[in-house]
């Protein structure tokens, strides 16, 4: 009996001893975290990303079974100590005392460190209690999204005590982000037999290692002793590691790794084209777009255009493929198609007149919304309409506009005041006989009369509400009269006078035909002088300097053939030498050809004067614009006679 109860005694003993470390484990597991945001900066990762990293972290933390403070509280902890001290909080003793204040009692810090094209994550679960670090973990892989993900993936399951996955030991191509044995822990008996390794890649130029030691470049050919070595063969990020277990004997052995691309190509184009494409938050151009060479793995694409909504999706590249991507975009504005009876009338859209649109008309590209359109035409009331434009529809405004009228009284006379009858057309359009009355538009009208001896035309306003009087001159030949033989009353509301303008007798006459005009030319001469000094035994023929200079005449119509003119002109070359030039040209009739007699005075402090003739002709070249070409020859003294050549253009004014 004594013995069994001493059995009975050691089993509990056992039993409990047994339960005390899964006691420990769920107490240690029911430690609640406090999660902080990674600390990146020393990465060239977006904030975004960062952002969307962070969520992912405390996801599979969350999914992997540790108990967490609420991420959004920890944040906002963070925030108001950033707006106390303008710090952040990075620093260890920084975050166990924010730990504290939100009822953790542990806290996860992590780091993120970029090196050339990797990242290495390093976090570390510290104790709030005793203040000391109680876990840490890191890994490393690519400084992408996907890479850093598959590190959060390690990191999370270091801490739960899982075992990394790793690749089988017969060859083939490595996943990106997956860890493999490389052969470091292989150690070969010793042995005397040795063999040639050839070693080859496609594509070449890969980096070899052997038994986890880089050897060089493919192709090799190397002389090792015989036994067992894994070759694995990498070439940057677009193509997968390639890994091969050789067993080698003295015969040799010949390795090939086939490395498979990492990356693939993408076509992306949507409807209308001209989108701005954005992966990861970068501008890489705009569709249609072709990218010939893209590392695989899931991209997030935004499409922006103007006038339409942004489409945000994600871009899949898988390897060695094309990934074919189209977007038809939705339009963030509508139409408004509007009609007016009559129509004719101007359109107001928010109180902005569309110039170019009259009605009937399509109003595109219209932000959605509430929006005002008004309709105005001359002997009409305004009229304004609210619609609602919806994003891709098409929205309609139709009103009727009321016409606003007032009296007009037409009847004609000769100029002896005679009074005739005769047919009237008003703007164009027979409407009786004089003398006539009737409600019109309140607007100018063109009133005509055609009488048995002469016709005659007026033109007369019409007040709103009111009454306009006209009495038509009409005169025996079929032309406008003067001004001096209108004669219009006009009455509003049948009592107040309102003022008439009859319409013009003829056009402005143009320039050409005015009674004076003005030529104005700007012009640049060159040419040779000669020096007939008698002091040398023969004359000398020189270059003469480039002068430019404007002239301006005055030319009297009853007086063609004569034109005075005065010019101003400067020598371009030193000496800047200004010339004083008053004088005649002396045109042959209305031919524009001429002849030029003029006074030359120099505006220096030695001045002289000199005379100048030459021939020239006008050429027109627009309504009243010319082409001068002219030859002219001076004299300046009987020893200096310079010859020149003017090129100017002009205007008449």
Aim: glycine letters at 8%; one cysteine or more.
């Amino acid at each position: 009996m004594r013995n069994r109860a001493l059995r009975l005694y050691l089993c509990f003993v056992l039993c409990l001893a047994g339960a005390l470390p899964a006691v420990s484990a769920v107490a240690q597991s029911a430690d609640i975290i406090a999660v902080f945001d990674i600390e990146s900066s020393d990465t060239s990762l977006d904030e975004a990303t960062m952002t969307r990293l962070n969520n992912y972290m405390y996801g599979r933390l969350a999914s992997a079974g540790f108990k967490l403070t609420p991420q959004d509280q920890v944040r906002e902890r963070v925030v108001e100590l950033k707006r106390e001290s303008h710090k952040e909080c990075y620093d260890q003793s920084c975050q166990i005392e924010l730990g504290k204040t939100v009822a953790a009692q542990k806290s996860l810090s992590s780091r993120l460190i970029q090196i050339a094209d990797l990242c290495l994550l390093q976090s570390v679960i510290y104790d709030l209690r005793t203040e000391t670090s109680d876990k840490g973990a890191d890994a490393r892989g690519p400084c992408t999204a996907a890479g850093i993900m598959a590190s959060i993936d390690q990191v999370v399951a270091k801490f739960k005590g899982e075992p990394l996955t790793k690749v089988a030991a017969s060859g083939g191509r490595v996943e990106a982000g997956q860890v493999f044995d490389r052969g470091a822990d292989i150690v070969n008996e010793p042995t005397d037999e040795s063999g040639f390794l050839i070693i080859n890649s496609a594509p070449a130029g890969a980096t070899i290692s052997i038994n986890g030691k880089k050897v060089g470049q493919a192709p090799l050919h190397l002389e090792y002793p015989a036994g067992q070595y894994i070759v694995v063969a990498e070439l940057g990020r677009l193509y997968h590691p390639s890994r091969q277990a050789v067993s080698l004997t003295k015969q040799g052995a010949r390795v090939t790794l086939d490395l498979k691309p990492a990356f693939g190509s993408a076509k992306i184009t949507s409807s209308p084209p001209k989108a701005q494409v954005w992966l990861e938050g970068e501008l890489v151009g705009e569709t249609p777009l072709e990218i010939p060479q893209k590392l695989s793995g899931t991209y997030e694409l935004r499409l922006q255009l103007p006038d339409y909504l942004p489409s945000e999706s994600e871009l899949v590249i898988k390897d060695g493929q094309e990934s074919s991507h189209h977007k038809k975009l939705v339009s963030n504005w509508g139409q408004i198609y509007v009609t007016t009876d009559p129509p004719g009338a101007a359109v107001y859209l928010d109180d902005v007149l569309l110039e170019d649109k009259t009605t009937p008309c399509l109003l595109e590209r219209v932000k959605p919304g509430v929006h005002i359109v008004r309709f105005s035409l001359p002997g009409h009331g305004e009229r304004s309409e609210k619609t609602t434009v919806v994003r891709g529809e098409d929205a309609s405004v139709s009103t009727k506009l009321q016409p606003m009228l007032g009296r007009l009284v037409v009847t004609s006379s000769y100029p002896d005041g005679v009074v005739c009858e005769g047919s009237l057309k008003l703007d164009g359009k027979v409407v009786g006989q004089t003398p006539w009355l009737g409600d019109v538009l309140a607007v100018w009208h063109k009133v005509e009369v055609q009488c048995p001896n002469g016709w005659g035309s007026q033109q007369v306003v019409v007040p709103h509400n009111g009454r306009s009087e006209v009495n038509v001159p009409v005169f025996d030949r079929p032309s406008v009269p003067p001004k001096s033989a209108f004669k219009t009353t006009s009455r509003l509301n049948a009592d107040k006078p309102t003022s008439q303008e009859p319409e013009p007798a003829h056009d402005a006459p143009k320039p050409s035909e005015r009674p004076v005009t003005f030529p104005l030319s700007l012009s640049i001469t060159e040419g040779f002088y000669f020096n007939d000094d008698f002091s040398d035994s023969e004359p000398s023929i020189r270059r003469t300097k480039v002068q430019m200079g404007v002239d301006l005449g005055f030319k009297i119509k009853a007086v063609p053939w004569l034109v005075p003119t005065v010019g101003f002109w400067l020598q371009l070359e030193r000496p800047h030498i200004g010339t004083f030039r008053p004088g005649i040209q002396w045109y042959f009739g209305d031919f524009p050809m001429y002849v030029r007699t003029a006074m030359m005075v120099t505006l220096s402090s030695s001045p002289a004067v000199g005379f100048l003739t030459g021939a020239g002709i006008d050429i027109p070249l627009w309504r009243n614009g010319i082409y001068a070409l002219e030859l002219m020859l001076g004299v300046w003294s009987r020893f200096v006679w310079p010859f020149d050549v003017r090129i100017g253009f002009g205007h008449r004014f």
